[in-house]
């Protein structure tokens, strides 16, 4: 709400009110009236920006535990393998019961299985994985060892431009040993050489 | 900063523009009545703002509207403000514009050679109408689309190009799909506020080409602009920013409901509207098309409207001519008038109109309904109408209104509230198999009254004999069975939300006991629990009142089950497909559970696992 600015304005039209110093009176008049004219102004736009920064106080909605696969379905030949992360997820005003969010590499050696992020830690793009267990990215010159650390050259000899290996993300141990993958999905911040979740 | 100002004045001419605009000489010195053009462009700044603000979070289309101004309203911090001080402004924006006009009129500052100023006032009144019925329809709920449906089937009467235009407009022959809610929004928010950009500009444009239209006060002297007329002239902004705030708040303030402006439940086609109505700038229109029935509504709707506009936009000539400009003032005058009279005849007629006003409650509360579902469940993909007509709360009562009030009564009217005028020939079911509806079954007064037997074919039948001889002469000893009887079928009614103790649970099971004995004589014409005549006259009180029974009942109350042969005039409503499986359940939901307070589904009976000596245990 605008503050109050009656005391002033009546001071500043009473005809009963002491004469002062014109250039003092006017000054008062003036700042009256851009305070006025702020306070219309405000309105509207304290509504407005109330509304659109709304995102700033809505909590992350990642980082999230997610059944992926069971182990018996992944092949046990140390090399990745893509699957989709389909969860429950409420967008804005729509709830989906279920409904793909992205993708993992799932690499499987023995009893132990890691899971890597498939966004490329650069800009964000999908990783693809080649035949012989390394990975590409199709957008910029990025390329990745099986074990999702950065080849510093590509296979074109060009130098990889993304500043950190693919993002590694949490398994569940628990469910492993029920022969679950389940995995904590979460999203990274790209461009930076540390992995901070988004 | 000289140097800065006098490099941006050589550059721009900016700072000489504002110092021309600010030191403009008033003639006569400061004035109030030339504040009204100030807040018409106030009122449209409103707009922009708050309007870009709600398109960064509206999404048009027949799914999602309603969806995504619901999440505005109820999941955004200040969207309920946001989307009143839009709605609100929205009027106080016509209602300023029209005054305006009228006060252009009055001081006749449609003369030459100010024609031009006056046609693009004019034309900014039409914009602001289309503005209007194209915002109503963004909302998607059923006041805003009936709101913006009724003007475009008016298009319709406008001979020749209605029907072409309409069909562009709404994007089709039907009103109603995506894309009305696309060309409706991308006119809403692109052509028609860029055309009152074009005119506000315009507008200025020819003030200073002409100078502005002072209304000169001799004996005062002339002064600047800034400060005494800008004061002036803010000061009446912010009361217009302080009146669309008011109107924002004034239910929270006058009786602590919901801020802004309430949503109605999403757009049905299918689903009436009885309480459509523009919104109250416009009641005027709409009582002018009730003043014009049947073919003769062409008039009211286009005929009048139109040859009003006309008349205004012929001003400037009639001002020539000797009487022409008191011609003029008379007519926006008796304008001024005949809105005030249609308005508040038509707000008038809704006062004193029951039906109305119960129409308005019933839409507020679906409304309300809608949303306590959308937040608690959730909105599916295809949309929040999913959730309504799935709902027992909101489709309870119109299918029991549809299907069941020519007998029945629920709490005396329709299920929906209305009250009707005939006696009622079968039982009043608010409360069905409650503790109450049965105490007033065993009331001897009560049993044959039109609530209970009184309107059907079992009116002097042996249940309302037994009341009121048998059960009218109960001691003290037989009325306790009974009371535990009662408790026996209420629990067995299983109504959600109740709670029973270890000693109400004892009363249970010894009315289920006494229900199965001859002495207290329901087994004569019932069955219970298996015991009983096959060949009984009487429902099968098994399970008597819980949901599955009712359902059964509805689906076909001639079965053996139930009345079977003797059963008056209830429709098999299952048995003849009269109402879908799931059409049964939302009227029995609703019966069982009007507030929607709980979850519909079945729970076991309530029951003592060991009649006397085990502790309780609270069912649901």
Redesign the interface.
Known sequence: MPESHDSQADAAHSPHAPVEQPNRRQFVKKSVALAIAGAAVATPVTAGLLVVTDPLRKPASLGMPVLITAISALPNDGKPHRFPVVMEKTDAWTKHDRVAVGQVYLIRKGDTVRALSAECPHAGCKVDALGDGAFACPCHDSEFAADGSIKPLTRGGKRTVSPRGLDELQIDADALKRGEVVVLFQKFQTGNAQKKAL | MNALISWLDHRTRIPTLLHELLFEQIPGGPRWRYAWGSTVL?AF??QL??G???W??YSPSAT?AW??V???QH?????A??RG?HHY?AQIFVVLLALHTGQMVIDGAYRAPREFRFWITLLMLNLAVFLSVTGWALPWDQRGFYGSFIPTNLMLLAPGIGPVVRKIVIGGTEYGGHHTLTRFFSLHVGLLPLLMITCFVLRMALARKHGRHWVDHPRRAAAPF???Q??RN??A??V???L??FLTFRVRLLNGGAIGVPLMAPADSSQPYSAARPEPVFIWLFQMLKEFPGHREVIGAIVIPGAAMTLLALMPFIGRWKLGRGFNIAFVGACGIAILVLGGKALWADWHDEDYRNALARAESDGRRAVQL?EQ?????AGAITLVRDDPVLQGPRLFAQNCASCHRYDGHDGLGNRKSETPTAADLKGFATRQWLDGLFDKDKVASPHYFGGTAFKDGEMVQFVQTTVAGYDDEKRQRLENIKQALVADANLPGQVYDEAKLARVAAGRAALKTKAARCINCHIYDGAGDIEHDGPDLTAYGSRRWTIDFISNAAHERFYGTCNDRMPLYGQKKLLTQRQIELIVDWLRDPMGQHDTTEQPPPQATQPTTQPATRPN
């Open positions: 106030f700044f409103m703002v708050t870009f603000c709600m960064m979070n999602t969806e995504s619901y999440y505005i999941q955004m911090t200040g969207g403000i946001l001080l402004t800034w400060p005494d800008f004061l803010v000061a902004c912010l217009v920013a302080l669309a705030l959308a469940r959730g909105i599916p993909p």
